[in-house]
């Protein structure tokens, strides 16, 4: 395990009916050129969602679901770094929530109002895990990424 700390920087951002939330989630990432940023809350809903589930492993990712219809945002959370892993759980009109690993098609209903952090003392990225099978994050310090440069 390795923990690093870093000061935070703050950035709050509100997407309207019809964007795709986790593209834009994306973009504003990369215009911004954030090296470690991670969502600190998000409320909001969506009409779609594309979801893998908790089953799915590195040789069986076809766990997937499709979701339509109208979900309030229970939950939005994860790194937004360039392969970014973000999860979330979504509440349905009758309050059943469901939830899993984001692959896209997140449609915004009325609004997301996502606030985003940065620790601007670090950067993130993902290398292939031969364990899990899955990309999984490394932390990086400044000292260690100008030695990598």
Do not use: W, Y
Not at 76 to 82: A, F, K, P
Not at 92 to 102: K, L, Q
Not at 109 to 120: K, R, W
């Amino acid at each position: 395990m390795m923990a690093e700390g870093s000061a935070l920087q703050v950035h709050a951002v509100r997407f309207g009916p019809g964007q795709e939330l986790f593209g834009c989630l994306q973009t504003f990432v990369e215009e911004r050129r954030l090296r470690a940023p991670f969502i600190i809350t998000c409320v909001g809903s969506v009409t779609k969602a594309t979801l893998r589930l908790a089953n799915a492993t590195a040789t069986n990712t076809n766990e997937v679901l499709h979701l339509s219809g109208c979900f309030e945002i229970v939950s939005l959370v994860g790194t937004l770094n360039r392969d970014a892993h973000v999860h979330i759980s979504l509440s349905d009109s009758e309050g059943r929530t469901i939830g899993g690993h984001v692959l896209g098609d997140l449609e915004v209903f009325t609004t997301a109002e996502v606030v985003i952090g940065e620790a601007v003392d670090l950067q993130f990225s993902r290398e292939m895990d031969q364990q899990t099978g899955f990309p999984e994050l490394v932390v990086q310090t400044p000292s260690k990424m100008e030695k990598s440069a």
